[in-house]
């Protein structure tokens, strides 16, 4: 992937990224940090074989997220950090524009974080996203049967949640 | 909330978006770095060597300690003309110093004797043969002298007498040696000097130790007389110091009967160092015309 190809794909698939990794914890400066992480570890890999890009990308924001909350004890990655990990001096400007989220939207958001992680991860790939069963398999690594099954899954546990 | 409503809300979540400058200067930033052509796979090391980092400190000392032990060890094994040679020399050198003054001869000779058979072993290293044959005879002169630093009489006798023994395979270890002519007639007369100088050594201190009774009568009868005449000089000592020239006396009395000279020495040799202490005028004469002691 060159840069030319890196610019594309940054560009195609940048907002949903960052709106998966931004579902799945508490703020947006972590969001960012996250996402920034994502693409830098996917940029780094130039070379490499990679069969399939997007599966590749989702694959390392969830881990991602699930290193933020083992290790960083949800506290989020310093700045300083990221360009430490990323070779680049950081002079970060002020990004910090509040998302605006409806009342239900924040509501969503909630309730997505409270249910199973692999539930989450599902519910935001396949009914924000648009990712299909087959998408999602090949992130998850899993037979796209058990991906329906996780999906049917997910959305009950969503909806119970919504109703409590 | 019907399962349709639910899907639409999440849809509606799409709005979500990163802030566009910041999702701009994220890819600019990215693109400036270089990307790693080949994905740097981790370096596999063996396990079995896995602790050294861990214990350099003690590892690396105890490394080289063994390493020392080993090369001093193996060392004694070589022979001339080998590079661990000088650390064997070094060794034989470092025991001759270290012997006491009264084995010092017989170490050195064993030394000597081991340097000769090492010759013997070698061929075509004739600079190293040379060189070592010389200190050899260096050594071989020495034994002697050294002999003659021994104090005690009896002590140098048996010595010496040792010496002697230990000495009768030094012209068979000396034939041994692929040398040339002058240097074999130099090891030979070395050797031969040192055998003669020895024996010599040992007529002599037998000789003196012969004499011993005769002269020693003549130094219990005077000192005997000594102690009769001056009965009241004998005040300015303490009475712990009379009581105990006496008994000296009747030791070295005793021990000249049981024909044991050199005892009886000893113990006038005591009686004389009292005397002097008082510093009286009149001292025994105990030393005999060779100096026995």
Same mark, same amino acid.
């Given at each position: 992937?060159?840069?030319?190809?890196?610019?594309?794909?940054?560009?195609?698939? +940048?907002?949903?990224?960052?709106?998966?990794?931004?579902?799945?914890?508490?703020?947006?400066?972590?969001?960012?940090?996250?996402?920034?992480?994502?693409?830098?570890?996917?940029?780094?890999?130039?070379?490499?074989?990679?069969?399939?890009?997007?599966?590749?990308?989702?694959? +390392?924001?969830?881990?991602? =997220?699930?290193?933020?909350? $083992?290790?960083?004890?949800?506290?989020?990655?310093?700045?300083?950090?990221?360009?430490?990990?990323?070779?680049?001096? !950081?002079?970060?400007?002020?990004?910090?524009?509040?998302?605006?989220?409806?009342?239900?939207?924040? $509501? +969503?958001?909630? !309730?997505?974080?409270?249910?199973?992680?692999?539930?989450?991860?599902? =519910? +935001?790939?396949?009914? !924000?996203?648009?990712?299909?069963?087959?998408?999602?398999?090949?992130?998850?690594?899993?037979?796209?049967?058990?991906? $329906?099954?996780?999906?049917?899954?997910?959305?009950?546990?969503?909806?119970?949640?919504?109703?409590? | 909330?019907?399962?349709?409503?639910?899907?639409?809300?999440?849809?509606?979540?799409?709005?979500?978006?990163?802030?566009?400058?910041?999702?701009?200067?994220?890819?600019?930033?990215?693109?400036? #770095?270089?990307?790693?052509?080949?994905?740097?796979?981790?370096?596999?090391?063996?396990?079995?060597?896995?602790?050294?980092?861990?214990?350099?400190?003690?590892?690396?000392?105890?490394?080289?300690?063994?390493?020392?032990?080993?090369?001093?060890?193996f060392a004694q094994t070589t022979l001339p003309?080998n590079v661990l040679y000088?650390i064997k020399?070094?060794?034989?050198?470092?025991?001759?110093?270290? *012997?006491?003054?009264?084995?010092?001869?017989?170490?050195?000779?064993?030394?000597?004797?081991?340097?000769?058979?090492d010759?013997?072993?070698?061929?075509?290293?004739?600079?190293?043969?040379?060189?070592? #044959?010389?200190?050899?005879?260096?050594?071989?002169?020495?034994?002697?002298?050294?002999?003659?630093?021994?104090?005690?009489?009896?002590? *140098?006798?048996?010595?010496?007498?040792?010496?002697?023994?230990?000495?009768?395979?030094?012209?068979?270890?000396?034939?041994?040696?692929?040398?040339?002519?002058?240097?074999?007639?130099? @090891?030979?007369?070395?050797?031969?000097?040192?055998?003669?100088?020895?024996?010599?050594?040992?007529?002599?201190?037998?000789?003196?130790?012969?004499?011993?009774?005769?002269?020693?009568?003549?130094?219990?009868?005077?000192?005997?007389?000594?102690?009769?005449?001056?009965?009241?000089?004998?005040?300015?000592?303490?009475?712990?110091?009379?009581?105990?020239?006496?008994?000296?006396?009747?030791?070295?009395?005793?021990?000249?009967?049981?024909?044991?000279?050199? #005892? *009886?020495?000893?113990?006038?040799?005591?009686?004389?160092?009292?005397?002097?202490?008082?510093? @009286?005028?009149?001292?025994?004469?105990?030393?005999?015309?060779?100096?026995?002691?």
């Amino acid at each position: 992937m060159d840069k030319k190809e890196f610019s594309e794909f940054y560009n195609k698939n +940048i907002d949903k990224v960052f709106r998966f990794i931004y579902l799945r914890v508490d703020t947006t400066e972590t969001a960012q940090d996250l996402t920034s992480l994502a693409f830098l570890k996917l940029w780094k890999r130039q070379g490499s074989e990679i069969s399939n890009s997007t599966a590749f990308l989702y694959r +390392i924001a969830r881990n991602q =997220i699930i290193d933020f909350y $083992r290790s960083k004890r949800k506290k989020p990655l310093s700045l300083d950090k990221v360009g430490e990990i990323a070779d680049f001096q !950081v002079t970060q400007p002020t990004f910090s524009e509040k998302i605006e989220l409806t009342l239900e939207m924040e $509501r +969503i958001k909630k !309730v997505i974080q409270n249910i199973k992680p692999v539930y989450a991860d599902v =519910i +935001i790939w396949h009914y !924000v996203d648009d990712l299909s069963s087959k998408e999602i398999a090949q992130i998850l690594k899993k037979r796209e049967g058990n991906v $329906r099954v996780i999906i049917h899954r997910a959305l009950q546990a969503l909806k119970e949640q919504l109703e409590v | 909330m019907q399962e349709k409503d639910l899907i639409k809300n999440l849809k509606d979540l799409k709005q979500i978006k990163p802030n566009q400058d910041w999702a701009f200067w994220l890819k600019s930033n990215i693109l400036q #770095t270089e990307p790693n052509n080949l994905y740097n796979k981790p370096r596999v090391k063996l396990a079995v060597f896995s602790f050294i980092p861990k214990y350099q400190k003690v590892f690396i000392p105890s490394l080289m300690a063994f390493f020392f032990v080993f090369s001093f060890t193996f060392a004694q094994t070589t022979l001339p003309g080998n590079v661990l040679y000088p650390i064997k020399t070094l060794t034989q050198n470092a025991k001759i110093h270290f *012997a006491s003054e009264n084995t010092k001869p017989v170490v050195r000779l064993e030394v000597a004797k081991t340097r000769m058979e090492d010759l013997g072993k070698i061929q075509n290293h004739q600079k190293e043969i040379s060189a070592i #044959t010389q200190n050899v005879r260096k050594d071989l002169e020495i034994v002697t002298q050294e002999i003659k630093k021994i104090d005690k009489k009896q002590v *140098a006798l048996n010595v010496s007498k040792d010496i002697q023994e230990r000495s009768k395979n030094l012209k068979d270890l000396a034939d041994g040696i692929p040398l040339d002519d002058k240097d074999r007639e130099e @090891l030979n007369k070395s050797v031969e000097d040192s055998q003669s100088q020895v024996l010599a050594l040992i007529i002599q201190t037998t000789d003196e130790i012969n004499q011993c009774p005769s002269y020693l009568k003549d130094m219990l009868t005077d000192l005997g007389k000594y102690f009769n005449d001056v009965q009241e000089g004998l005040y300015q000592w303490s009475s712990d110091d009379i009581i105990k020239s006496r008994d000296l006396f009747i030791e070295a009395n005793d021990a000249f009967k049981a024909e044991d000279c050199l #005892t *009886a020495i000893d113990k006038i040799e005591s009686i004389n160092i009292l005397m002097s202490i008082y510093s @009286l005028d009149v001292q025994v004469e105990t030393s005999t015309p060779e100096s026995l002691n």
